[in-house]
């Protein structure tokens, strides 16, 4: 018992440190030697995949070593996945627990603009990919070289900040740099491989993680290349969770319709359209079919906000991502079948677009969560329905004038019914989740780095491991984190079997 409690008053005291004095600074990254890895795609598992290298890192986690950890964010949040804008960056020296590249310094870029679909996305464009819908952004941004920026640089121009980051259960100061808004873009042909260096990890990215796997893309975006041209990918066995987020108004209409049905007692309506009883006893439920009648190209031309019971000819607002979006694809397979009941079957439904809008119907396309939850906080101050699909790790916060919005059941089962909005899912009664892939890039025209492909695999093998919302290990990931009872095996048009 003394050993364990002078371990722990040991793990305190170093907590207790200021974590600027160990951070991974400007300065010592540009000294070298450092190693650099950049991955890219899918903006749901931000957080999840950002945990999950600091578990490889020096004094984290449990490991050996001291803690030098330090992040580079965009925007002004608090860690990668937290309101910190596409682009970020973080950096260590790694431990053991990354194989290879233990005792390197390791600079990570991390871009999700766009979605999951820039994991493969420059990859493709390197190949020659004809892109004959346009969905191949042909450019993708990063944080800048990390040797340029720090405080008083192309940072926020103060001293380091710190965010404490719970690791298997024990808390670690990470140093933090904000507004780090001076970015690079590197472009993609088969003739430049991001700039004239042509560097996997800096001139473009080594890989990345996807919401659904390449064949889910390949198909909704009609790509011609396989993916043995640009590299592999393998299944995390990680379950991600997604949900129905809707404005106030129509939380409360849902609210109306469920209290009118004796499926919620009859004081949960006794809030308004703008501010409805969020308490979890009066979550209301969404049909699913309602909303694929707004999501479908073909119906959403009669949906107006009688099809959830209010006015009609009142205004609809469908918030959803872009195409080459992991969640939107996570959206499709769940409302619309697409692309799972294409072929013969002829059952998948076409996405409405922005085009298809109607003045009842209003589509928008946002390029990350962050823009659907803006929609949805328009939408509320407007005074109009919206709804949209987000990952379930997003909890909102309600100010006065944002996230006024909240998550709701789905075909009467609850996505939020415990805190880490992830139980209903695990059990399998809540159906509308999908597994994380992992790309490594691979293909002649631009393959990964050694340190590239250690570093993401090493992730991989991590991720079931963080407690984290939304976000679940299956019975397949031989994790010792949260298990679900099923798993989809890396198919995510396969129904997930026990």
Same mark, same amino acid.
């Given at each position: ?322 195409? !080459?979006? /992991?969640?939107?694809? =996570?959206? *499709?397979?769940?409302?619309? $079948?697409?692309?799972? #009941?294409? &072929? %013969? ?23 990350? !969560?962050? /823009?659907?939850?803006? =929609?949805? *906080?328009?939408?509320?101050? $407007?005074?109009?329905? #919206?709804? &949209? %699909? ?109």
């Amino acid at each position: 018992m003394k050993m364990k409690l002078s371990k722990i008053a040991l793990a305190v005291a170093a907590l207790g440190v200021a974590p600027a004095a160990f951070a991974l600074t400007p300065a010592q990254i540009a000294a070298g030697p450092t190693t650099y890895v950049w991955l890219s795609g899918a903006s749901a598992p931000t957080n999840a995949v950002f945990r999950s290298v600091m578990s490889l890192c020096n004094g984290l986690a449990g490991n050996g070593g001291t803690n030098d950890a330090h992040m580079y964010l965009e925007s002004t949040g608090t860690e990668p996945g937290k309101s910190s804008g596409d682009r970020v960056a973080y950096a260590c020296t790694m431990s053991a627990a990354a194989g290879s590249l233990a005792g390197k310094k390791t600079v990570v870029y991390h871009t999700v603009e766009g979605g999951s679909f820039n994991a493969y996305a420059p990859h493709l464009s390197m190949a020659g990919e004809p892109n004959p819908n346009g969905y191949l952004p042909g450019n993708l941004k990063r944080v800048n070289n990390l040797a340029l920026l720090g405080g008083g640089g192309k940072c926020a121009a103060s001293a380091a900040a710190s965010t404490n980051v719970v690791l298997n259960g024990v808390s670690y100061p990470i140093g933090r740099y904000n507004s780090c808004t001076d970015v690079v873009t590197k472009t993609f042909t088969p003739a430049l491989k991001g700039d004239a260096l042509a560097l996997p990890g800096q001139s473009y990215p080594d890989g990345g993680f996807s919401d659904t796997e390449f064949p889910i893309n390949k198909a909704n975006l009609e790509i011609g290349r396989n993916l043995s041209a640009i590299g592999n990918e393998v299944a995390t066995n990680i379950g991600q969770a997604f949900a129905v987020g809707v404005s106030y108004p129509l939380y409360w209409q849902l609210q109306k319709n469920d209290v009118a049905a004796g499926l919620l007692a009859a004081t949960c309506d006794d809030g308004s359209a703008t501010a409805p009883n969020l308490t979890a006893a009066c979550q209301p439920s969404l049909p699913a079919q309602r909303y694929t009648a707004v999501a479908n190209r073909d119906t959403i031309g009669g949906v107006d906000g009688s099809l959830f019971g209010g006015a009609v000819g009142s205004v609809v607002n469908l918030a959803r991502r872009v195409p !080459t979006s /992991g969640t939107q694809s =996570a959206s *499709n397979i769940r409302f619309l $079948a697409k692309p799972c #009941a294409s &072929g %013969v079957t002829q059952g998948q439904l076409e996405p409405a677009r922005v085009g298809d809008s109607t003045p009842t119907a209003v589509v928008t396309e946002q390029s990350g !969560t962050g /823009g659907v939850k803006t =929609a949805l *906080n328009t939408a509320t101050g $407007a005074g109009q329905f #919206a709804l &949209g %699909v987000m990952s379930a790790e997003n909890t909102p916060a309600p100010t006065a004038t944002a996230d006024r919005w909240a998550f709701v059941k789905l075909d009467r089962v609850s996505p939020t019914s415990d805190a880490q909005q992830r139980a209903e899912a695990m059990d399998g009664s809540y159906n509308f989740w999908y597994e994380l892939a992992a790309f490594t890039a691979g293909g002649s025209a631009s393959p990964a780095s050694a340190s590239g492909a250690a570093l993401i695999a090493a992730t991989s093998s991590t991720l079931g491991e963080s407690d984290l919302k939304g976000i679940f290990a299956t019975p397949a990931a031989g994790s010792s984190g949260p298990t679900s009872k099923g798993a989809r095996l890396g198919n995510s048009c396969q129904p997930a079997i026990q």
